[in-house]
């Protein structure tokens, strides 16, 4: 079994920072992607902020010159650098990461979707 787990989220005042991390634990053999999206109340899910595993980044426009994405291999973790926030930030933020699996031999199983549980982040005077 493969965990998200997410941390950073809160209450900030608009023009304030935020940093998201997400660190995935278990029987991982690689991780391909893994992004950002949230969702406000009343809302559909949005992307927010895509890396692959080479690196690369994609951000929705809403966020762009704002928010960062990074990742640290490494760790297994992602991050998401939230500045310059407005009220209309204010949502669920979720992590999420295309995994593949490793069995008990090390060796390669599925490859599926992972999401983490969500955090809050609530951007208010």
């Known amino acids: 079994q493969v965990q998200l787990v997410e941390s950073g989220g809160g209450l900030v005042q608009p023009g304030g920072s935020l940093r998201l991390s997400c660190a995935a634990s278990?029987?991982?053999?690689?991780?391909?992607?893994m992004g950002w999206y949230r969702q406000a109340p009343g809302k559909q899910r949005e992307l927010v902020a895509v890396?692959?595993?080479?690196?690369?980044?994609n951000y929705a426009d809403s966020v762009k010159g704002r928010f960062a994405i990074s990742r640290d291999n490494a760790k297994n973790t992602v991050y998401l650098q939230m500045n310059s926030l407005k009220p209309e930030d204010t949502a669920v933020y979720y992590c999420?990461?295309?995994?593949?699996?490793?069995?008990?031999?090390?060796?390669?199983?599925?490859?599926?979707?992972?999401w983490g549980q969500g955090t809050q982040v609530t951007v208010s005077s």
């Open positions: 999420n990461a295309e995994i593949t699996s490793r069995n008990n031999y090390g060796r390669r199983e599925i490859t599926y979707n992972s």
């Open positions: 278990g029987s991982i053999f690689s991780i391909n992607g």
């Open positions: 890396t692959t595993s080479g690196e690369s980044t």
